[in-house]
């Protein structure tokens, strides 16, 4: 299995930034595509970013362009969100994702799987 763990939320005040963390550890064969997911209080989970092995091209939502950054360090099997610029209406709980597999026979099959973090709070308030 792949266990994520976020760190890096808290409480910051509106136009602050805030550096997210999330390391992957366990019986990690192989991991693809890495990203971010956000869920305010009464909504749906949805996205923030995503980024490839590869670190070419990565997804953002529309929300958090140019105002949020997702890189990673595939040696470390880490993925990071910078975020510039907060809103009140980024408040959530943030979780990393990831799509690993767990041996060379579901990387060669193609069968990985989605991993999720538990999660880290953000607050954006004066």
């Known amino acids: 299995q792949v266990q994520l763990v976020e760190s890096g939320g808290g409480l910051v005040q509106p136009g602050g930034s805030l550096r997210l963390s999330c390391t992957a550890s366990?019986?990690?064969?192989?991991?693809?595509?890495m990203g971010w997911y956000r869920q305010a209080p009464g909504k749906q989970r949805e996205l923030v970013a995503t980024?490839?092995?590869?670190?070419?091209?990565?997804n953002y939502a529309d929300s958090v362009k140019g105002r949020f950054t997702i890189s990673r360090d595939n040696a470390k099997n880490m993925v990071y969100l910078q975020m510039t610029a907060l809103k009140p209406e980024d408040t959530a709980v943030y979780y990393c994702?990831?799509?690993?597999?767990?041996?060379?026979?579901?990387?060669?099959?193609?069968?990985?799987?989605?991993?999720w973090g538990k999660g880290t709070l953000v607050t954006v308030s004066s």
């Open positions: 366990g019986s990690i064969f192989a991991i693809n595509r």
């Open positions: 994702n990831a799509f690993g597999y767990v041996t060379f026979n579901e990387y060669a099959n193609g069968r990985g799987m989605d991993y």
């Open positions: 980024i490839p092995t590869t670190r070419s091209n990565p």
